[in-house]
Nanobody, 125 residues
């Protein structure tokens, strides 16, 4: 499967942004998916994950209550709604997918086999 992430950009602190990740195959419902982010010199970190059925979610503590991950199966698309963004949210954001038939949400980079190209999010103070 190929993933295409988009929606990044420059936003002021306190503002909102929505990232999208489109999967190339219609069997996206067989994939658990997630968002990760990375800044230069640091490891890629988990942001949010969603189960293959779409009902299970998990968030990093740093974004809990501000970000929402959800899927639109009719569009083969996963989203990350980012609200009340902070300068520390600045990073390249990557979407990822993992083939699974369980209802688990996956939080480790090593769990995911498929990755999008990344989209830059910059939050100004």
């Amino acid at each position: 499967v190929q993933l295409q992430a988009s929606g990044g950009g420059l936003v002021q602190a306190g503002g909102s942004l929505r990232l999208s990740c489109v999967a190339s195959r219609r069997s996206v419902d067989m994939y658990a998916m997630g968002w990760f982010r990375q800044v230069p010199g640091k490891e890629r970190e988990f942001v949010a994950g969603v189960s293959f059925v779409g009902s299970g979610t998990n968030y990093a503590d740093s974004v809990q209550g501000r970000f929402t991950i959800f899927r639109d199966f009719s569009k083969n698309t996963m989203y990350l709604q980012m609200n009340v963004v902070k300068p520390e949210d600045t990073a390249v954001y990557y979407c990822a997918a993992k083939i699974t038939h369980t209802r688990d949400v996956f939080t480790d980079v090593q769990d995911y086999a498929y990755w999008g190209q990344g989209t830059q999010v910059t939050v100004s103070s």
